[in-house]
């Protein structure tokens, strides 16, 4: 049973729109929630997080917004730049230094 | 400063074969996860450890599927005997524990073949 998912496998966007990524979790203990980039051969780099105290953080043209009764965020992206296209993954966690749960990623092609 | 590396990149083998994958921590962290991703399962835990202690080995998928570490920079995934269904991607990933961020730090990945 998936307690993350992310249900756009991919998603198509013009150089310059902003870019949503959707993701939705079942795990009421789910305390930080994480996303994370990925290009082609190789590992998942850290983009954004943000704590289930907050619902939104910013971090230049990277947003995440979280909704805790709905058990959804979204990481928003722009203005959209052909160098994010790459497969984003949402994870999430519990307290402390536990493991992360990922999403099965959704790809973003950004067309310039 | 090096992040997490691993090696080999790329490993092919036969079924039956013993693979073993390795993984350097990034200096000064010492929490290590080992996820395994699949087209079919997406990217899971296989294990992890804090201080060198293994917490969770829920995920490790039999008994052929083993980890260590000998030291508290370095950690060993080992598979014996590789069957076709342990090809994937292994990605290890190191952490410091009481890190403000939570944040993990992965290695480029070994893409792990078996014929």
């Known amino acids: 049973d998936q307690q993350v998912k992310q249900n756009s496998p991919s998603l198509s966007v013009q150089e310059g729109r902003i870019s949503i990524l959707n993701c939705d979790y079942t795990?009421?203990?789910?305390?930080?929630f994480l996303w994370y980039k990925k290009y082609p051969a190789e590992g998942p780099t850290f983009l954004i997080s943000i704590s289930s105290i907050k619902d939104k953080n910013e971090d230049g043209r990277f947003t995440v917004f979280l909704n805790k009764s709905a058990k959804h965020l979204s990481l928003h992206i722009v203005p959209s730049q052909p160098g994010d296209s790459a497969v984003y993954f949402c994870?999430?966690?519990?307290?402390?230094?536990?493991?992360?749960?990922f999403g099965k990623g959704t790809r973003l092609s950004v067309i310039a | 400063d090096a992040g997490v590396i691993q090696s080999p990149r790329h490993e092919v083998t036969e079924m039956g074969q013993e693979v073993t994958l390795r993984c350097k921590l990034i200096?000064?962290?010492?929490?290590l996860f080992w996820y395994r991703q699949t087209m079919m399962r997406g990217l899971e835990l296989l294990i992890y450890f804090n201080n060198n202690v293994p917490i969770d080995d829920s995920g490790m998928p039999e008994d052929r599927f083993s980890a260590k570490m000998p030291n508290a920079s370095f950690s060993t995934l080992k598979i014996q005997p590789s069957e076709p269904r342990d090809s994937a991607v292994y990605f290890c990933?190191?952490?410091?524990?009481?890190?403000?961020?939570?944040?993990?730090?992965f290695g480029p990945g070994t893409r792990l073949t078996v014929l």
């Open positions: 200096s000064g962290h010492n929490s």
């Open positions: 994870a999430a966690k519990t307290r402390g230094n536990t493991p992360l749960v």
């Open positions: 990933a190191s952490s410091l524990v009481g890190g403000g961020d939570n944040e993990q730090f």
């Open positions: 795990n009421s203990m789910f305390d930080y």
